[in-house]
């Protein structure tokens, strides 16, 4: 008989995802925040996407090559949405030098350190991030003018959570600008309704659970509306206040793309859901009372390093195991 | 300026109140412990591979220490030196042992054991066991998965890929266990070492019978017990269709090895008897049994049972 | 429409090669081969001994002890040996062989198609014939049925399920015998539920079988039943005993040392139900069952009246032979079904079908890291974290894999089937599972002895 018996343990199916497939699906999510951010500030913009990609992938390909000397691993677009990411956490005219050090800090320092892709405590392109806000303060905090002023106003160069920090008001600020993209900001995170978007897309597409952004977001809201209340007075502050927070900086790119990263975010819903309240409060008390304008990154790193203790601690309930 | 002393005497403070802190609770929760633990722990070979049967190296030392009897300790790395000079440390018997070596009894190779079909499953002895005979017809043989290999803490075990068959280098095998252990099918066996790694056994632990056995492999133990005919020392028992020979008895005269039809029987570190008689029941016969067919087989195995008689009196 | 809480995956059914085919009697076959066990618990003893005469549906093999069942000739003729053979694993197994001649049956079976619906038999004397006749549970778990059926002390059974769910891909026997056979299986229900004493009576049917659900229904409509048919959501592994309990009460089983009957429930499989029925209606032992072999790759894929013991080839066969290159023969459905190496091995009691892959699909995805994704955890119906067990059962610790409840998975396979990386996550845990077991049952044996 010509046959070649194949024998293994069950199951003898298996389901047509992969992690290539599951990062494609990430990646087509990133899509409409990339052409609103595109629109925003022009050509630039993809090139500091393309330069951010091309690095990531670039360093994560000579690592593995030259250093570990194992199998490439780059076929899982894993390193492509780190690119992705890290470039979306950038002014749109930050040098491209400055984006190279980035790439190999986020691959190199963030990923490749802990044995690459599954195994990194942190998400890789915050690492990088966050090394170029501390080390590049200036270049990373200054945002250029937006190329698309016959569309709409222009805006300041300053974003509207450094503008508050600033001591503005929050009732100046145009809620429906910011969350259609007119504001200054990195270029991923400008987009509140594109983001959403690729949200719903991940949500359907089943990539990601609702748990983490829901909770990131929900935690902010819910903090600010506390705020709101003890600042008293204005009336309106009670939704604005709430609203601004989730329109302005990282919130969307943070809780949606950020948080939900695989590898460094809690395995069991119930652990997610801490995970995001952590780091929906965490935000909040650096944004009203801490030195920087913005802590979505270093609330998700924070957390990031919280999730190995989360994931000791916070099982699922026992099947069969009825709470009382 | 005054910040630099401020910070400067707080720290030292702070770090002296730590001391302080730490110094105490050490006394407090001091652990009363004999010092001769870990004297003992240092004579030992360190590799924690749990062959004695305790956890590890400092398990076995606090036995040694607070056993009266130090009899049935054994740790079959450091040998009987490291044994001799722990109780002489300690002023008890040293416990003796004979040294032993891990041996895998399977001599299923490729050539001799036709693949039936292709595992695709997890790499690993322990759960292709479960789940089914193996790649090849035989029940017994050795997977060569590899879970020995990754039992094994001195690199003394190792799959040869030509083979498929699971090799033991004797010169680092500490005869441990932890092989014997893992192997699920209970292939590995901790023999008794002779001088110059000379070993006569059986390669196989097929317990089928003699016609299934030879369907499988061409090197198993169909039990015909010539073997067994022929030992002086009454060493070879044939069981289940399957031959044992004991390694206290054995002698290692290595008559049994001329008389088996299939090659069952492993001589090592020396060379076979000479065929004095060239009669078709020795070596030269052996190959030839190969084919598995039953009728071919059974005729040899009765002709080869007269001559075996005539050569082992001669040999007396 | 009601489902199981925790967990669950859907893979694509692909029932329709075999689902649209009417069950057809396979021929007899010329030599049997019948496993001592091929139940759940001890194996069976041989009551024949080389060259008796046999009948077909005579005893040849005694349940032994409680927990073990009896085995019948499928055929009648000459026993040929009772010796260690390989079964469908090639593992080595007591096997009876029979050779045949012609078909005479023990003169007490109804083989007349009448449908007898009255049943004066009361609960003690109905579970003695479900013995009698070596019933055991035919979804592939093999659990003696008169276990089942023995409710221990101080339990009550409030419900009766019937497992109609057949959440496995590919299989289609219990689909086709609730729809060919609806009538026989509601009085096999009826009996049971006279076995047990209860009141509730539910037949639990995945809603992709539109026609059997309204076949049941309509069946019950017409006569006099007191039996409910619950439609249920498609989602894998709702047949698994816990999860149809908790889709159709909301009660979930206690963990092990947990039974189903703790909870009030009792599970039998619906082809199960049509045993009863032939079994004490009929006194017909189980003897045949109804098998699917289905496969993409096979040219004509059936649902296959079997005698026990018929070798897996003959179904192959029938379905038009085995496709050349790579294959992965499957006792069982893809999800929880043994591959085979032994095609001559026989047909037992547990199996519903014979799957065939061939091709890349009888391959594995070739495995790459965990991205710590969290779809094994999602996709576990016993809320375990698959790849945490898995990676302990891989280092060995076993005190580890106790804490975090090793001994409830129920190796339906969701984990491994929904990974993105393609990681054997159940081979692990399946050999993490067994290990554990054993040291709990050696503990509790040394327990016992002092």
């Known amino acids: 008989m010509a046959n070649n018996f194949i024998v293994a343990p069950s199951p003898h199916m298996h389901s047509v995802e992969s992690t290539r497939s599951l990062m494609r699906d990430v990646l087509i999510a990133l899509i409409p925040a990339l052409v609103v951010s595109t629109v925003v500030y022009g050509l630039d913009v993809l090139k500091v996407t393309a330069i951010a990609v091309a690095s990531c992938v670039l360093i994560e390909y000579l690592i593995q090559k030259y250093l570990i000397k194992g199998p490439s691993t780059i076929g899982n677009l894993s390193a492509v949405i780190t690119g992705v990411l890290l470039a979306f956490n950038l002014p749109a005219n930050i040098p491209w030098w400055i984006i190279v050090v980035g790439a190999l800090v986020a691959i190199g320092v963030g990923k490749m350190t802990f044995g690459g892709l599954g195994r990194n405590p942190f998400n890789p392109a915050l690492v990088g991030r966050v ?124 809780a949606i793309f950020m948080a939900t990263d695989y590898v460094s975010s809690p395995m069991t819903p119930k652990g997610m859901l801490i995970y995001g309240v952590g780091i929906g409060a965490i935000t909040m008390i650096i944004r009203l009372w801490g030195a920087y304008p913005e802590g979505m990154s270093f609330a998700i790193l924070i957390m990031n390093a919280v999730t190995p203790l989360i994931n000791k601690y916070v099982k699922p309930r026992r099947f069969g195991v009825m709470s009382k | 300026m005054t910040v630099l002393i401020s910070t400067i005497l707080t720290l030292s403070v702070l770090g002296i109140l730590a001391a302080v802190i730490l110094y105490f609770v050490a006394q407090k929760f001091k652990v009363e412990e004999d010092p001769r633990i870990d004297e003992v722990e240092k004579m030992f070979p360190g590799a924690n591979c749990g062959g004695c049967g305790f956890a590890g190296c400092r398990a076995m030392a606090e036995a040694m220490v ?37 041996t895998v009894r399977c001599g299923g190779v490729c050539s001799k054991r036709a693949k039936t079909n292709a595992y695709n499953g997890t790499k690993s002895c322990a759960i292709a066991s479960s789940l089914y005979v193996g790649e090849s017809g035989c029940a017994y043989g050795c997977l060569g998965y590899g879970d020995c290999v990754e039992a094994c803490a001195f690199d003394a075990i190792h799959v040869n890929p030509q083979t498929g068959i699971a090799e033991v280098d004797a010169e680092k095998c500490t005869a441990c266990g932890a092989c014997v252990k893992a192997c699920p099918k209970n292939i590995i066996e901790l023999r008794k070492k002779w001088p110059k790694n000379r070993a006569v056994y059986v390669s196989c632990v097929s317990k089928d019978k003699g016609a299934v056995t030879m369907k499988a492999c061409k090197a198993g133990c169909i039990g015909c017990g010539k073997c067994a005919k022929v030992c002086a020392f009454g060493a070879i028992t044939v069981e289940n269709g399957l031959a044992y020979i004991d390694p206290q008895k054995c002698k290692l005269c290595r008559k049994c090895v001329n008389e088996c039809p ?39 195995v009765a002709e080869a049972k007269a001559e075996p008689k005539v050569e082992a009196t001669k040999n007396e | 429409m009601k489902t199981f809480p925790v967990g669950g995956v859907h893979p694509s059914d692909n029932k329709q090669w075999s689902n649209a085919k009417a069950i057809e009697v396979l021929e007899l076959p010329d030599v049997v081969n019948i496993p001592l066990g091929q139940h759940i618990g001890a194996p069976a003893t041989a009551k024949v001994a080389k060259g008796d005469k046999v009948l077909t549906g005579q005893l040849i093999a005694e349940a032994t002890g409680f927990m073990s069942a009896n085995i019948h000739s499928p055929i009648s003729g000459t026993v040929t040996a009772v010796d260690m053979q390989p079964n469908g694993q090639g593992l080595r197994q007591m096997m009876i062989t029979i050779k045949r001649e012609g078909d005479e049956w023990m003169p007490e079976i109804d083989r007349s198609k009448d449908i007898k619906r009255e049943c004066e038999l009361d609960s003690q004397a109905i579970i003695s014939k479900i013995k009698d006749a070596g019933i055991v549970g035919m979804g592939g778990a093999t659990f003696p049925t008169h276990v089942k059926l023995s409710i221990p002390n101080g339990c009550k059974a409030e419900y009766l399920i019937i497992n109609g769910v057949e959440c496995e891909p590919y299989l289609t026997s219990d689909h086709r015998n609730m729809l060919e056979r609806g009538e026989e299986l509601l009085i096999g229900v009826e009996i049971l539920k006279k076995a047990l004493n209860v009141e509730h009576a539910v037949v639990g049917v995945e809603n992709n079988k539109p026609d059997a659900i309204e076949n049941l229904n ?43 009957i703790h909870v009030g429930a009792v599970v039998c499989n619906a082809s199960t139900a049509l045993a009863v029925y032939e079994a004490v209606q009929k006194n017909k032992p189980l003897i045949e069952r109804v ?19 018929t070798p897996i080839s003959k179904l192959i066969e029938m379905a038009g032979g085995l496709p050349e290159g790579d294959v992965k023969v499957v006792n069982g459905g893809p999800m929880m079904g043994r591959a085979m190496v032994n095609l001559d091995s026989a047909v037992t009691k547990g199996c519903s079908g014979v799957t065939v892959y061939a091709g890349v699909d009888a391959h594995r995805v070739s495995p790459s890291p965990c991205i710590k994704c969290a779809k094994c955890v999602a996709a576990c119906p016993m809320s375990l974290e698959p790849y945490l067990i898995s990676k302990l059962a891989k280092k060995q610790m076993w005190e580890r894999l106790e804490q975090e409840n090793i001994v409830d998975c129920i190796e339906c396979g969701c984990c491994q089937f929904t990974c993105p990386a393609g990681l054997p996550l159940l081979d692990y845990v399946r050999y993490g599972k067994q290990t554990v077991m054993g040291i709990i049952r050696s503990r509790a044996a040394a327990a016992a002895k002092k």
């Not at chain 2, 018997?93 to 004979?98: D, G, I, L, Q, R």
């Open chain 1, 131 to 254: 090394f170029l806000l501390i080390a590049y303060p200036v270049q990373m905090t200054s945002f250029p003018q937006p190329t698309m002023s016959k569309f709409v106003d222009t805006f300041s160069g300053a974003t509207p959570l450094a503008a508050i920090k600033a001591g503005g008001d929050v009732a100046s600020v145009d809620l429906m600008s910011m969350f259609g993209g007119v504001m200054a900001g990195s270029l991923g995170e400008i987009a509140a309704a594109a983001l959403i978007v690729g949200g719903g897309y991940m949500l359907w597409r089943k990539v990601i659970t609702w748990h983490i952004p829901v909770a990131v977001l929900g935690t902010m809201a819910l903090f600010a509306f506390v705020v709101a209340i003890f600042e008293g007075g204005n009336p309106a502050l009670l939704y604005e206040l709430p609203a601004f927070h989730l329109l302005a900086g990282g919130a969307m790119l943070g």
């Open chain 2, 66 to 102: 607070l056993r009266e009897d130090i009899s049935a300790l054994y740790c079959p790395v450091g040998g009987a030196e490291c044994m001799k000079s722990v109780a002489a440390y300690l002023g008890k018997v040293a416990p003796e042992k004979e040294p032993t070596v891990a």
């Open chain 2, 262 to 300: 299939t090659g069952a029987i492993v001589l090592k570190g020396m060379d076979p008897l000479p065929k004095e008689p060239k009669t078709p029941a020795a070596k030269p016969a052996t190959p030839a049994v190969a084919p598995a067919a039953k009728p071919a087989a059974e005729p040899k």
């Open chain 3, 218 to 260: 309509k069946i019950i409509a017409s006569g006099k039943f007191d039996i409910k048919v619950e439609p249920l959501k498609v989602q894998y592994p709702q047949g698994g005993e816990k999860q149809l309990i908790a889709a159709v009460t909301g009660r979930e089983v206690p963990p092990p040392p947990g039974l189903p």
């Open chain 3, 291 to 309: 098998v699917t072999i289905t496969g993409k790759d096979l040219q004509s894929p059936r649902n296959l009246l079997t005698r026990m013991g």
